[in-house]
């Protein structure tokens, strides 16, 4: 099987924010203190309330850390033209669009252009080094 390129870019994600979410320590942790419920060594409830706890502090860590993988599922391509398009609709619709809405937008174009800049830093390092080469 050859692996797809979405494929190859979550699995990219999660070593980049958080490796243990593609090892299977994790998922064999859980298992154990499932066993450990079983026996009646642990509570329903306690092994509830660490579980959530874990994937919780997981889930905070992705999220915070989502910038540094949105270059692999947006090409610059289509970053170009998701900010293009943001672009206009904050110059046609702003009078007819709430703040709320508003923010919104400019928080999509924050993104994209991110993922712009990322861009231009590779491409002008790529030119750094064929010159240095």
Do not use: C, W
């Not at 979405?6 to 924010?17: D, H, M, Q, W």
């Not at 508003?102 to 993104?111: A, S």
């Not at 994209?112 to 010159?131: F, T």
Request: charged fraction near 30%.
């Amino acid at each position: 099987m050859v692996p797809t390129q979405l494929g190859v870019a979550v699995i990219t994600a999660f070593e980049r924010i958080d490796k243990e979410l593609i090892l299977p320590t994790l998922r064999g942790n859980l298992e154990k203190l499932l066993v450990d419920i079983a026996s009646n060594a642990k509570s329903k409830d306690e092994v509830l309330q660490s579980t959530i706890a874990i994937y919780f502090q997981k889930y905070r860590n992705f999220a915070k850390n989502i910038g540094q993988i949105r270059t692999l599922f947006i090409n610059k391509e289509a970053a170009y033209k998701m900010l293009e398009q943001t672009t206009k609709l904050l110059s046609r619709k702003l009078s007819n669009l709430s703040d709320f809405e508003i923010r919104k937008l400019e928080e999509k174009e924050d993104r994209v252009s991110a993922i712009i800049s990322h861009y231009e830093k590779m491409r002008l390092e790529e030119d750094r080094s064929k010159l240095n080469s």
